[in-house]
């Protein structure tokens, strides 16, 4: 597969941000039908060193950092690990938040009867945390930033679910006119700032929101 849609946002030879469009794994799925992904597009098109250091989900759009070496490696996979990273979320949630801005703080687990989703749990969750601000009001929906500051899987959108407002076009938490408002998961990854994997330097990168 082509690297098609796959934006090059930034290389050096330690690393590569890339900016993952909607409905492209990150990795490859276990099924034979799922090996197309970002990494193996990257791999077979002049990029055969890249490495995976975290993911997206299939439907969110946005940045990733990809290294190129095995101690570009390590080193950005502790900085996710040690949440030294900063990561910022743009999305569309349907109804009105109270106030402008909130903290979400409840665990999450996987939920292997309804697969691939996750639920709240207090008892078996792990620690999980959010912060929203609301950038714009409409009528049935708000734009809003999404801050993670742990990095749980479906973490942004199973937390929004929980507080009743689920991000439209999101097709395992959202119902009925939430679903249907939007073609694809309103969910992009807008910001995100790391240190240099070899001289430290703080690098932010930005990728325009597409919806």
Not at 11 to 35: M, Y
Not at 74 to 101: M, N, V
Request: aromatic residues 6%; hydrophobic residues 35%; negative net charge.
């Amino acid at each position: 597969m082509p690297l098609t849609h796959i934006g090059i946002i930034h290389q050096d030879p330690t690393f590569l941000i890339v900016d993952k469009p909607t409905l492209l794994l990150s990795v490859p799925g276990r099924a034979e039908d799922n090996k197309d992904c970002l990494i193996t597009r990257l791999q077979e098109n002049g990029y055969p060193e890249a490495r995976i250091v975290h993911r997206l989900d299939w439907e969110t759009s946005g940045l990733l950092v990809i290294a190129r070496n095995p101690d570009a490696h390590r080193e950005l996979s502790r900085q996710f690990h040690d949440r030294e990273t900063e990561k910022a979320y743009i999305a569309l949630c349907w109804g009105q938040p109270e106030g402008d801005a909130g903290h979400i703080d409840l665990p999450l687990r996987y939920d292997p009867p309804n697969k691939p989703r996750h639920i709240v749990d207090h008892e078996l969750g792990k620690h999980a945390q959010t912060f929203w601000r609301v950038l714009e009001r409409h009528q049935d929906y708000c734009r809003v930033e999404l801050t993670p500051i742990t990095g749980r899987s479906h973490q942004l959108r199973v937390h929004m679910l929980a507080i009743g407002h689920p991000l439209l076009g999101d097709r395992l938490y959202a119902e009925g006119a939430a679903l249907d408002a939007c073609p694809r998961l309103a969910l992009h990854a807008a910001r995100l700032t790391i240190s240099h994997p070899e001289t430290g330097e703080r690098m932010a990168f930005e990728s325009p929101c597409p919806f």
